[in-house]
T-cell receptor, first 113, second 120 residues
Framework: GNSVTQMEGPVTLSEEAFLTINCTYT??????LFWYVQYPGEGLQLLLK?????DKGSNKGFEATYRKETTSFHLEKGSVQVSDSAVYFC????????????FGQGTRLTINP | KAGVTQTPRYLIKTRGQQVTLSCSPI?????VSWYQQTPGQGLQFLFE???????NKGNFPGRFSGRQFSNSRSEMNVSTLELGDSALYLC???????????????????FGPGTRLTVL
């Protein structure tokens, strides 16, 4: 079936550290891949996306590359800030022709000053 | 452009009751999807509505139902509430994914702030 596995959290880093959150997926067909972020008390915001293999999504210093050979979409940022503290979700979309998302379990990120 | 709005933001009910949650999509968006978020199960897809018709459904019991109105606003209903229904219910709107299969154009979903339902 279609599923997403994310690196287990929580993750705690110091400001300006390098961030990687691992995400691997299992899917039929040609899914699109997404990273969403959820701040406390809020809904989900799209952080970045990639719609086909080898695409790189980027936004606000975050990057992720759609790797079909390793079925991965790891999230990276070179220098994190306290304001990046949130829960991050990796997700599959466009699954079997459906307008729906399949999410990973989420990774809680805390950045200490 | 106003974002997705959900009402109410918080709700407390008791077991056995029923509840209706409302979602107003972004103007011009015709597809509305609902998701349930719990600490144990994470984010799970409930259903998607387009043109007042349920187009896709997740793996939830029949107690969970929804509908969409001609103005694209959507409601979801949960009957005979159970303790395990306590969750954050998120609504997302988008332009519909037109086409089918691998040719379907997937459109980004924009999420509302959610309705926090507590069942006592």
């Amino acid at each position: 079936g279609n599923s997403v596995t994310q690196m287990e959290g929580p993750v705690t880093l110091s400001e300006e550290a390098f961030l990687t959150i691992n995400c691997t997926y299992t899917a039929t067909g040609y899914p699109s891949l997404f990273w969403y972020v959820q701040y406390p008390g809020e809904g989900l915001q799209l952080l970045l996306k990639a719609t086909k293999a080898d695409d790189k999504g980027s936004n606000k210093g975050f990057e992720a590359t759609y790797r079909k050979e390793t079925t991965s979409f790891h999230l990276e940022k070179g220098s994190v800030q306290v304001s990046d503290s949130a829960v991050y979700f990796c997700a599959l979309g466009r699954i079997q022709g459906a307008q729906k998302l399949v999410f990973g379990q989420g990774t809680r990120l805390t950045i200490n000053p | 452009k106003a974002g997705v709005t959900q009402t109410p933001r918080y709700l407390i009910k008791t077991r056995g009751q029923q509840v209706t949650l409302s979602c107003s999509p972004i103007s011009g968006h015709r597809s509305v999807s609902w998701y349930q978020q719990t600490p144990g199960q994470g984010l799970q897809f409930l259903f998607e509505y387009f043109s007042e018709t349920q187009r896709n459904k997740g793996n939830f019991p029949g107690r969970f139902s929804g509908r969409q109105f001609s103005n694209s606003r959507s409601e979801m209903n949960v009957s005979t509430l159970e303790l395990g229904d306590s969750a954050l219910y998120l609504c997302a709107s988008s332009q519909p994914g037109l086409g089918s299969g691998t040719l379907m154009k997937y459109n980004e979903q924009f999420f509302g702030p959610g309705t926090r339902l507590t069942v006592l």
